[in-house]
């Protein structure tokens, strides 16, 4: 199946709500994984496998799969197709395109700097992969924590930024890859034809190499046309996961922006918090866990030393009565981001909390 008939079935579903700002994520390493948990850095990923089986790490066949991130690092956007059924995700689509393009768009609508709506957008940033086939590469089983996508090395404590989304924990997800030839574009195939050599280096040897431009994660309960399955059969997975280990990998971004990624998170659960509240059946319950959401994403932001998300942080103390400040709120923040209280985010909040009376008596 070809992607544009695929997400148009998505896009056309009589369960489908809308559409959201589903995260941005930072690449350092290369790779993007899907997963139920932080695993962190492992000797296993060495191994070139998709998809492994290991007892120092704890990955195991269905808890996660580790992509080559498009052309390499950088920050890449996902947008999620949400059900009529509370706040189940259908699916969300990460594009994984050059120069941060598709991310950049996002962030204009988080901004409210775009009048463009999310499926105009996703539309017009997947039309270039919307004849490539779509190809299942695995399937990920989430825990508590649900679906994290992000960095393939992120761990706990580590400054990654992995978003995850909320009510996608106990769920089984399909993993769908949109891919293009290794050696597609024109500044590729200008500098192949400059020095023959570099073909090998790009496809890592693997004559029939690809190269993912856009994952696609369903829900396996979401019904899915009977020829979803594209032409995944036909391609050789395993020898495509060593090839992406030994292939040139490049940069899109100089340095890492996981401040950026973790500041524009922040802003888009705060723009759902904003959108729930003008709803008939608000509840409060889930305005909380959407502030909860955005407070961890600004309290790490805060802690990679972002001036924009400690006034965040300031601020969303003040706005709560002191309520995120607490302990117990600070832990459900962190623990959503892989993180845990230390004297650092203790000394942190405790210099927000007092900033916030001092904002609060003038």
């Known amino acids: 199946m070809k992607l544009q008939a695929l997400l148009h079935h998505i896009a056309s579903s009589e369960y489908l709500t809308g559409m959201e700002v589903g995260g941005l994520t930072n690449i350092e390493t290369g790779f993007i994984e899907l997963s139920s948990d932080f695993f962190g850095p492992c000797p296993c ?38 059900a009529n059924e509370g706040r189940k995700l259908i699916a969300t689509v990460v594009l994984l ?8 768009e996002v962030n204009s609508f988080i901004e409210r700097d775009s009048s463009a709506t999310l499926d105009a957008l996703t539309a017009q940033s997947s039309a270039p992969y919307a004849a490539l086939a779509v190809n299942e590469v695995a399937r990920v089983d989430t825990n508590a924590r649900g679906l994290l996508i992000g960095d393939a090395d992120a761990g706990l404590m580590s400054n990654g930024a992995v978003f995850s989304q909320l009510e996608t924990a106990q769920q089984q997800f399909r993993v769908f890859l949109v891919c293009e030839p290794a050696t597609a574009g024109e500044d590729l195939q200008f ?10 280096e790009i496809t890592g040897g693997y004559p029939d190499a690809l190269r993912p431009r856009l994952v696609l994660v369903v829900d396996s309960s979401f019904p899915l046309p009977t020829d979803t399955e594209g032409e995944s059969d036909s391609h050789d997975w395993a020898a495509q996961g060593h090839a992406w280990r030994k292939a040139l990998v490049g940069a899109n971004t100089g340095g890492g922006n996981n401040v950026v990624a973790a500041y524009f998170n922040g802003l888009a659960w705060r723009l759902k918090q904003a959108e729930i509240s003008q709803e008939p059946d608000f509840g409060g319950d889930e305005f909380a866990d959407l502030g909860t959401l955005a407070f961890g994403w600004f309290l790490l932001g805060a802690l990679w030393g972002d001036d924009d998300c ?9 706005e709560s009565d002191g309520l995120l400040a607490a302990p117990e709120a600070l832990s459900d923040a962190l623990w959503l981001r892989g993180w845990e209280i230390t004297p650092a985010v203790s000394e942190l909040v405790a210099v927000a909390s007092r900033s916030s009376c001092e904002w609060c008596r003038s």
């Open 97 to 104: 395109d050059d120069g941060n393009a598709f991310a950049a």
């Open 310 to 318: 400690l006034a965040y942080v300031i601020h969303m103390i003040h």
């Open 191 to 200: 500098a192949i034809a400059t020095n023959p050599a570099l073909e090998a």
């Open 45 to 82: 990923s060495t191994e070139g496998q998709l998809v492994t089986s290991c007892d120092l790490c704890g990955r195991r066949p269905g808890n996660h799969v580790r992509l080559l991130a498009g052309r390499g690092d950088g920050v890449y956007a996902g947008v999620s197709f949400m």
